[in-house]
């Protein structure tokens, strides 16, 4: 096997300046319901894949928040994944909180031939961390066993955020990032909740005005979250056609011992214990008893129909119509729960990409600014538009890879209070 260790490493400064630019049939696929999934509710919605589960909620190093696959609007033969996890990350916490579980394999599955199975694996483990402004190292493991290290941004307590610290293998032409940074997602997630009580109250009567009704709280506004981000070229990511799939997963081994000092350790296999691809659907789709189920499961299982009869059921309690559920339903089930990207599909523009005809909804994967909960929604809305008001990220992304932007810091003595929370 070959490794490569660092060969390029550059810091991105931070960027204030940086301003928001103003099984199923065919017939049923269209191009939005093909990558739009619903959220839907039985059951508390807390974010596109925040906190999901019981078991997710008590174990945070494994959470994973969203996942987000776009091409590089700077150079379309690029492909970038990322990954987020451990969200709601507060600024005066980062000595014990900015630290990824060193017992965890941070997993990319591609899929590159047209149905569920992954067929490649992008995969990243982390040293143990320690915080109190120390870094880890990153292991990085691409497809066809070439290997290289980078270290993490640190998380600080400084009033400025610290330089990104980017790393690049030159010999495969990737790029890597992780570390603290801002939390990309952006919604009202007490609006969402409040319709989704109203949905559970009276099915089929809920009252839709409900998620946009407090006029735009980003939920996740001054929170920040951990990111892993890698930019491949597309050509090790292609396979059969110009369509890939992407899921992140979160595995731990089957057997975790806690030693004689307290050091927590893994040996067996590799178990998932959390997964994302399309935004929302474990947490809207998925019904409570369900969701630890749902997360240890496989694409495959999605393909074979094991949570079928849930998505249905969840789809019927925000008055969706049957032609919508037919569309959203059958595409959550058909080749699984997969983030959809066409190799071909332009992307083009500022903060990772801004053009309409690219993007979530245009089989252009997800890009940050991509408001998927606007989208989803206005899908389980049957077609009518529907939204949370909130149509943008607090923060202004980065134009340059890992395109996410700083975290917010604690504030320095005597400047007024705001942490820019929006509950």
């Not at 019981?54 to 928040?65: A, E, M």
């Not at 299982?301 to 249905?312: K, L, P, R, T």
Request: glycine residues 10%.
């Amino acid at each position: 096997m070959k490794v490569k260790k660092t060969t390029n490493r550059k810091k991105i400064m931070t960027n204030p300046q940086e301003k928001h630019p103003s099984p199923c049939p065919a017939r049923f696929c269209s191009l939005a319901a093909c990558s739009v999934l619903a959220l839907l509710c039985v059951t508390r919605v807390s974010a596109s894949d925040h906190i999901d589960s019981p078991s997710i909620t008590q174990d945070r190093g494994s959470d994973l928040t969203d996942t987000y696959a776009f091409l590089d609007p700077n150079d379309n033969t690029q492909v970038v994944l990322i990954m987020s996890t451990q969200g709601f990350v507060v600024s005066g916490e980062h000595f014990g909180m900015c630290i990824f579980d060193h017992n965890i394999r941070y997993r990319f599955e591609i899929e590159n031939t047209g149905d569920a199975k992954p067929d490649l694996f992008i995969d990243v483990s982390y040293s143990k961390g320690l915080g109190r402004e120390k870094t880890q190292t990153a292991t990085i493991d691409l497809p066809g066993d070439h290997k290289f290290t980078a270290e993490t941004t640190k998380g600080t307590q400084d009033a400025k955020a610290p330089e990104m610290d980017i790393t690049t293998d030159e010999e495969m032409g990737a790029k890597f990032f992780a570390g603290p940074a801002d939390d990309p997602f952006f919604l009202d997630d007490t609006g969402a909740n409040r319709l989704v009580g109203a949905s559970i109250k009276n099915p089929g009567n809920a009252k839709m005005s409900l998620l946009g009704e407090r006029g735009g709280r980003d939920t996740y506004a001054g929170f920040n979250t951990l990111i892993t981000a890698i930019s491949v070229p597309a050509k090790m990511l292609r396979g059969d056609s110009d369509v890939i799939g992407i899921n992140a997963v979160a595995q731990r081994r089957a057997t975790q011992t806690i030693g004689d000092k307290g050091v927590l350790t893994g040996s067996g296999e590799w178990i998932t214990v959390d997964r994302d691809g399309t935004p929302l659907v474990n947490n809207g789709l998925i019904p409570a008893p369900r969701k630890d189920e749902y997360n240890a499961a496989s694409t495959q299982d999605d393909a074979n129909g094991v949570f079928e009869d849930d998505i249905v059921k969840s789809l019927e309690g925000l008055n969706t119509d049957a032609e919508h559920i037919a569309k959203l339903a059958k595409v959550a089930v058909k080749k699984g729960d997969i983030l959809r990207l066409d190799l071909t599909v332009p992307n083009k523009g500022t903060q990772g990409g801004s053009n309409k005809d690219g993007g979530f909804g245009k089989m252009g994967g997800r890009r940050l600014q991509d408001d998927v909960v606007d989208m989803v929604f206005t899908m389980i809305n049957n077609g009518e538009p529907l939204g949370d008001k909130v149509d943008a990220n607090e923060k202004p992304f980065r134009n340059t890879f890992p395109f996410v932007a700083d975290p917010t810091q604690p504030f320095p003595p005597g400047k007024e209070a705001d942490d820019h929370t929006r509950q």
